[in-house]
Structures are given as structure tokens and as C-alpha cells.
């Protein structure tokens, strides 16, 4: 099972705060920390609200958050094997037979017998992971203001 994950510029506030986490005192060090696990996990659950809603559900069970770098840096990631193809989209998918020479799929309420390949048109994009980054950015940003204050 691989991930699928989407790196975000901290800002020049997150940025400097982690880096020089260890000049700060130890109060200030854990409120630190507690922002970025905080941010992680709301990004983790707007990412899971955001994902398209499938028949098995896979893609939000999916996104798991996880802190590292002895917690400065959290990560929100996807599992679900058709992750990047959601968040991106696709280019003409293409589908074969698997076991028997003809292909029988149903098209427009009908059954329909192929031989060969049959082109099943382009997967359009709905990222999840990006804009739900972007949408509790602000948030991580001005909480992090104010544990440095």
C-alpha cells in the first residue's frame, strides 16, 4: 500500500518557530508542539470531510495524520490506492478483458460486448488534501502567532 501525500510551505512564522524550537523555553515548546499536532488533525478531518463519498468509503478512512520530527511536523496522508488519481485526476483509462477474449459492461442502461481494449474516458479531478490545507491554514497560522506571544 503506498501514500499519497501533498507538501505544504509552512510560512515564515511556522518555519522559524520550528526551526528555533529549541532556543524557546519549555512552555513555549509545548504549546508549539500543540499547534502543530492540533493543525494536523484539522487537517486530517477536512480532508476527510472534503473527499468524495464512494461506494466502499475507502478514500476517507484513508487519511491519516501522523507527527514527526519529534513532533515538529505533522503529516496528513492518504492510503487509499486511488488517492492521487482523485486528487488529480486521469487521462483516458483504458480497460481489458480480464479472463475471457470479449468485455461485457453495461453502457447507458444496456449491455454492451466489447472485444479488446474499451476506452472508459478521463477521470475528472476533486482534490481533497490540498484544499483542505488551505482552508485550515489560516487557523494553524494565527494559532501559532499566539503561542509565540
Not at 8 to 19: F, Q, T, Y
Not at 53 to 82: D, F, M, Q
Not at 84 to 89: F, R
Amino acid at each position: 500500500m503506498t501514500a499519497f501525500t501533498i507538501k505544504v510551505n509552512m510560512g515564515s512564522v511556522i518555519s522559524k518557530a520550528v526551526r528555533d524550537i529549541d532556543k524557546f523555553d519549555a512552555e513555549k515548546q509545548k504549546k508549539i508542539r500543540k499547534v502543530i499536532a492540533d493543525g494536523t488533525k484539522d487537517v486530517r478531518d477536512k480532508a476527510m470531510e472534503l473527499a468524495p463519498k464512494g461506494p466502499t468509503g475507502r478514500l476517507r478512512k484513508g487519511v491519516k495524520s501522523t507527527l514527526v520530527n519529534g513532533e515538529r511536523e505533522g503529516i496528513v496522508t492518504s492510503t487509499a490506492p486511488h488517492s492521487a488519481l482523485v486528487e488529480y485526476g486521469s487521462n483516458l483509462r483504458v480497460t481489458l478483458p480480464r479472463r475471457k477474449k470479449v468485455l461485457k459492461f453495461t453502457w447507458k442502461g444496456k449491455t454492451v460486448w466489447a472485444r479488446g481494449a474499451v476506452g472508459t474516458g478521463r477521470m475528472p479531478k476533486k482534490p481533497f488534501l490540498k484544499p483542505a490545507a488551505d482552508k485550515v491554514w489560516p487557523k494553524i497560522v494565527k494559532s501559532m502567532e499566539d503561542a509565540l506571544k
